[in-house]
Every structure is written in C-alpha cells, then in structure tokens.
C-alpha cells in the first residue's frame, strides 16, 4: 500500500505534515532534515523543489527557494540527495512544486524516480486539473505515484466532488485563496468553509495548509480535518536554527502545544 493511503488508514485525526524548501537554508541538508522531522514524530514530510517563480507561496517560501537555488539546488540533485533515503525513513514523503522543472525533467522520468527514489506523492499547484486527468495521470498512476489536488474556498462542489472521485491520497485544502504563510488564528469565515467541506463526507481525506503556526490554527485546523500542513512556520524555524531541523522541529512543537 502507498504510504500516504497507510497513513490516513492508521490515523484519522491531528495529523500534522511539514513541507521544507530542499537546499535551504543549506543545499546537503536535505536527507538530515528528513531524518531529523521522523525523529520528532512527524507523520509526513512535504520537500519543496525550489523554482524561481512561485506562484502560490508568500515571501518566507520564496526567500527559501531563491536562496536554495543560488546554493545550487536542482530536481536532480534532490533525487540524488534522495536516493538511499527509504534506508532509513518510513513515513510518507511528498515532493511539492511546479510544472515546468517537472516538464524539463520529463514527466514520465519524473513519476519513475519518484517511485524508484520511494516518493508517495506530489503537489504541484499550478497543474490544471482537466490536463491532470486526460495527461498526466495514468502515468502517475502506473508507478504509484498519488498526485495531490488543492481545492480553495473558491472551488465549486462540483469540482471538488471530481477532484475527490479521481484521486488518491488526500486533498490539500488551502485555508484561503492568498499566499502561504503564517497566522494567528482562523476567522469565522475561514472556519465555515471547512465546515462545508466536512460536511461534503468526501472520501478522501484533508489536510489544511497555508497559515497554520501555532496551537489555535492547528487545532481549529484538526477539528475539521484529518490534520494539518505546516510551511512556513517550519522554514522560518529552520533558518534561525541555521539548518539544525531538530531544534527547529523542538520549537515548532512546542508552539503548537501552546
């Protein structure tokens, strides 16, 4: 069974995932990083492929993937990186980032190192889903590989209703329609979608991302789904620890606790 489907089947509540910029704040820091998150009891760990346009991510994310990619950070090089990983890490792994290093790597390549390196599933936000569905997934399919939508407040129910009849893993649901980063709490309004979506009974499960930080945003988050995605709460950590991912993860931690 893919790992991430092992996951959401032992484990259907306060999941918590945290997504990391490969390369940064160092470029060799990749494999430690994930050795360190399993460590501190981490259920699954999203590894950013730094790109130097990205849309979707606030200016904490996208100083990580400039910075990583003027430390030389490549997709090849991550895979590399990656390569002996499953010695020694068991928890679901997912590679997050946008098409076009993907499309220059091959998409085909790209889905078989994945399951060759022991990659579960990848995010990547601006793959269209009617090109996902009529290109990309049967390849994806065929090595294992779960691609993982992100629905938005904005996503019609007849979109989402698809999304969730034609994947497999979970669904990212972003908290809102803005960038990534961090956040106090969640509004009123925030929490009445993801009421909504609980109340779809999807059958995947959801993980909520975007602006998760601290104990309130993670419990309000947990509440209303199988559990959270924590970026850049994590990274900036990960920075003022000069790359010391236990530290890092220690301090995280602990501010989710209060």
Excluded at 59 to 88: S, Y
Excluded at 152 to 168: A, G, Y
Excluded at 187 to 212: S, V, W
């Amino acid at each position: 069974m893919n790992r991430i489907n092992q996951l959401f089947s032992t484990q259907q509540k306060d999941i918590l995932s945290i997504y990391f910029c490969a390369g940064f704040p160092t470029l060799e820091g990749t494999a430690s990083t994930i050795k360190a998150l399993e460590k501190k009891g981490i259920n699954m760990i999203e590894i950013g492929i730094p790109f130097s346009d990205p849309m979707a991510d606030g200016p904490v994310i996208q100083h990580a993937a400039t910075r990583a990619l003027k430390n030389g950070m490549t997709l090849k090089l991550l895979f590399d990186q990656l390569k002996d990983i499953r010695k020694e890490v068991q928890i679901p792994l997912v590679l997050m980032g946008y098409l076009n290093p993907i499309m220059q790597y091959g998409f085909k390549d790209f889905c078989r190192t994945c399951r060759e390196t022991g990659i579960d599933g990848v995010i990547i936000p601006d793959l269209p889903f009617k090109d996902y569905m009529e290109e990309y997934r049967s390849i994806a399919e065929e090595q294992d590989v779960r691609i993982i939508m992100l629905i938005t407040p904005e996503t019609s129910e007849e979109r989402i209703r698809l999304i969730d009849e034609h994947t497999d893993g979970f669904i990212y649901m972003v908290s809102s329609a803005a960038i990534t980063g961090a956040q106090k709490d969640f509004n009123a309004q925030k929490q009445a979608y993801f009421q909504r979506i609980a109340d779809m009974n999807l059958r995947n499960p959801r993980m909520i991302g975007f602006g998760i930080s601290n104990k309130q945003t993670f419990d309000t988050a947990s509440a209303h789904a199988a559990g959270a995605i924590i970026g850049s709460k994590f990274v900036t950590l990960l920075d003022e620890e000069d790359g010391n991912a236990e530290k890092a993860a220690d301090r995280l931690l602990e501010a989710l606790k209060n």
